[in-house]
């Protein structure tokens, strides 16, 4: 962990409340370089307990749960996922980058849609959140398939991608944004994460790397009013009630 990530974590222990998960416990804090300790911290925590990893702090806790998605993804309302709708491809063995996974709720989308996902996530308090979900998720008999197709790497997008050859069908970018600060499960997840993770400050540097993989489509996530990111023009927009999908063209490259 970066110096100026163990300060955004706002001195951040790891606690065990699980003898039987005690050893995952410590090497989770062995990992991110923190204390260990038998309760939660007077700021943030990450609780390790039989059930889950949650980061608890400022009366609040959460934890990652694709379980809660899947009235998203079932029954037929996959397809009236407007990000689904956005990203539609008939190519077979479909590949996806999203290079700014959060907790992977959007990589679900995708996946369930039928990409394979490469998820990148710098930080390393959200990557063993969403690293977590991923392990539970697997168990799932809905979602046991879906979350096989997605592939978390932690560290920073740009530089871990800065010579990639691969060449993605979709670049997804939701880089962090105030304006998604509701009330309920959202809030509070966008209240800790936000300890965290602060919005990007780099948005150009994130858009030229994303245009150098030579996607077929670029995505990028906005506020419905918000504005273009590193005020780039997209292509076109699809907008929803509370936010947008911008959508870059590589060069060359026709809608399929």
Request: overall charge positive; charged content about 25%; some cysteine.
């Amino acid at each position: 962990m970066t110096k100026k990530q163990l300060n955004q974590t706002s001195e951040l222990v790891v606690c065990s409340q699980s003898r039987k998960n005690e050893n995952m416990a410590i090497a989770l804090a062995k990992r991110l370089n923190v204390p260990i300790t038998d309760k939660p911290g007077e700021q943030l925590s990450l609780v390790v307990d039989e059930h889950c990893i949650s980061l608890q702090g400022y009366g609040l806790s959460y934890y990652g749960d694709f379980e809660q998605m899947l009235h998203r993804i079932t029954q037929g309302r996959l397809q009236h996922e407007m990000l689904v709708r956005v990203a539609k491809s008939k190519e077979e063995g479909r590949k996806a980058i999203d290079m700014t996974a959060g907790m992977g709720e959007d990589s679900l989308l995708l996946a369930a849609s039928g990409y394979n996902v490469t998820m990148y996530e710098q930080n390393p308090v959200v990557a063993a959140l969403l690293k977590d979900a991923l392990r539970r998720a697997k168990k799932h008999p809905v979602l046991c398939d879906i979350v096989g197709r997605m592939q978390l790497v932690e560290g920073n997008s740009v530089e871990l991608l800065k010579d990639s050859v691969e060449r993605p069908d979709v670049v997804y970018l939701d880089p962090m944004f105030p304006a998604r600060q509701k009330s309920g499960l959202i809030g509070k997840k966008l209240q800790l994460i936000q300890k965290l993770e602060q919005p990007c400050l780099q948005e150009e540097e994130l858009l030229l790397a994303a245009q150098s993989l030579h996607p077929q489509k670029i995505i990028v996530k906005r506020p419905l009013k918000g504005a273009f990111l590193a005020g780039r023009e997209p292509n076109y927009s699809i907008k929803g009630k509370a936010i947008r999908y911008d959508v870059f063209y590589t060069p060359g490259i026709i809608d399929k």
